[in-house]
């Protein structure tokens, strides 16, 4: 019991990080190609709306009444899993499919909505056009989510942590061979999210047709399981990604800012969504089924246990990693995409929104470990109260922020929305822990709080040592490539051996980090 946990969290967690390596090319090889400008603001517009309700849908709402339903059904027996599955399949598909036709044909008022900065005609089209192609990306994702939820139950957790390789792929494909084709060359993009979609799900299918658990789609007949899921799915829907709609938030008043704002957003999302994806989801990942079954069983004793382990393990990640971000904010988008289109300028107003992101990325993962600790109890509502707050909290620093940057005449007012987002996840995270304490569901063992003081002592050290050694931003712009990459591997060496060298020399030991027993 001890050790499985643990192993399976570390498959997820390294297929996780070859398709997040894939995807920091992928986005590597957008800014090299297109830059950071109005064409690529109106693609992450286009991606972002399916990319949200994806997350809302899929990854959010969906996994989370889905698994735990799902679980107490197994354990009524196979027939009945199985039923649900098939009547699960055929009410998603039929509801994605009204959901697609009408984004498609929505899509102008959509961008007027997501993007309401974007004053040029030109840029409105080309984001709507994008859009169309973009949004039937929603129905094959959503599906897979589905797959890869029945795989994850059946406790195969490598392929679904594995499928979005394919969209960095295909985004790659995209930007190198089909954009000089076109005549309107950022359009490629757009039509690289499609084929991404339909291609993780077929890659799926095989896997799901050996692990028996390939569905039936139904149409017709009611399922009490299938009524279940949606009615915890309706307030799972805001509660489990009130982080994407803070963040979706941030996108629609940066596009009335400077222009490239929107880009320099999304690429310091993407570096910190590395270390929430490596260790927030892929934990999450794992605890949930077992939490659901644990819930099922009436374990509260193990229940607690599991959520300790989460956060020892979340910690022990969270805190360097948000330590490591500020301190090579620069440096690492000065390595990996301040390339042609991407200048220097460029690198300096993403590394401001990184750094401020970077800041949140404790209460990020949080978030998604402790969020399983409500639904695996069917309670989707204290999450949705919950959210609502942090959201309206988001949205008050946003514009506060905002306004202080621009009367202070200070640069970069897009780094406050990201500070707003990291602020406000603090405030969800805390929430979502003090509701599980009131209720006795989960309290902090004294093994927690001892390894946390020693994790912070650690990364604090960490940091020190990388801001006396990191080089100034000029010199990253005169190496050429070779020379960026060793010195950033080099101080991340650093980074790394000094944290867990002073962690060890403080006590800890890898027992600490495994479940402990009754």
Not at 153 to 181: C, D, E, H, M, Y
Not at 187 to 215: D, E, N, S
Request: aromatic fraction near 10%; hydrophobic fraction near 55%; glycine fraction near 6%.
């Amino acid at each position: 019991m001890s050790k499985k946990p643990l192993k399976s969290t570390l498959v997820v967690g390294a297929l996780t990080f070859i398709s997040r390596i894939f995807g920091y090319i992928r986005d590597a090889v957008i800014f090299i190609v297109f830059g950071a400008n109005a064409g690529t603001d109106a693609f992450f517009v286009a991606f972002r709306i399916p990319n949200f309700l994806r997350r809302l849908f899929a990854e959010g709402a969906f996994s989370q009444a889905f698994v735990p339903v799902m679980t107490a059904q197994l354990h009524s027996g196979e027939t009945e899993f199985k039923r649900l599955i098939d009547h699960m399949s055929g009410v998603l598909a039929l509801i994605l499919l009204a959901v697609t036709a009408l984004g498609i044909i929505a899509s102008p008022l959509l961008i007027l909505l997501f993007a309401p900065g974007f004053d040029d005609p030109q840029q409105q089209v080309l984001a709507s056009d994008m859009l169309k192609i973009t949004f039937p990306y929603l129905f094959f994702i959503s599906l897979t989510a589905l797959s890869g939820s029945i795989l994850n139950i059946r406790q195969r957790f490598a392929v679904p942590a594995l499928t979005p390789v394919l969209l960095n792929l295909s985004l790659i494909g995209a930007a190198i061979w089909l954009a000089p084709k076109m005549q309107n060359p950022v359009m490629a993009l757009a039509w690289g999210v499609l084929i991404a979609g339909i291609a993780q799900l077929i890659f799926q299918i095989p896997f799901l047709i050996q692990a028996k658990g390939l569905p039936k789609v139904r149409l017709s007949g009611a399922n009490e399981g299938v009524k279940r899921v949606f009615t915890l799915m309706l307030p799972a829907i805001f509660g489990s990604s009130i982080v994407q709609i803070n963040l979706l938030v941030d996108t629609i008043i940066a596009s009335f800012l400077a222009e490239g704002s929107i880009s320099w957003l999304y690429i310091s999302d993407r570096f910190v969504e590395l270390p929430l994806a490596l260790f927030g989801i892929a934990t999450a990942t794992v605890i949930l089924p077992m939490l659901s079954k644990q819930h099922v069983a009436q374990e509260r004793q193990k229940f607690s246990h599991t959520m300790n382990w989460a956060m020892r393990l979340s910690l022990v990640i969270a805190i360097p990693a948000m330590m490591g971000l500020v301190a090579l904010a620069t440096p690492i988008l000065a390595t990996l995409v301040q390339y042609r289109e991407f200048t220097l300028a460029d690198t300096h107003m993403a590394g401001l929104s990184l750094m401020a992101y970077a800041l949140g990325l404790p209460a990020f993962i949080f978030i998604k470990i402790l969020a399983p600790a409500f639904y695996s109890r069917q309670d989707t509502k204290t999450p949705v109260k919950i959210g609502v707050i942090a959201m309206l909290v988001n949205i008050a620093l946003n514009l506060l922020f905002v306004w202080l940057f621009i009367e202070l005449d200070l640069e970069g007012s897009h780094a406050g929305l990201a500070l707003a987002t990291s602020l406000a996840a603090y405030v969800n995270a805390s929430l979502l822990y003090i509701l599980l304490n009131r209720a006795k569901v989960i309290q902090f063992m004294q093994s927690t709080f001892a390894l946390a003081s020693k994790v912070f002592i650690s990364a604090m050290l960490m940091y020190y040592l990388l801001d006396k050694f990191t080089p100034e931003l000029a010199a990253w712009s005169v190496w050429d490539v070779s020379t960026r990459a060793k010195v950033l591997l080099a101080l991340i060496s650093l980074g790394a051996a000094s944290y867990a060298g002073i962690l060890w020399l403080l006590g800890t030991k890898p027992a600490d980090l495994k479940l402990e027993a009754d």
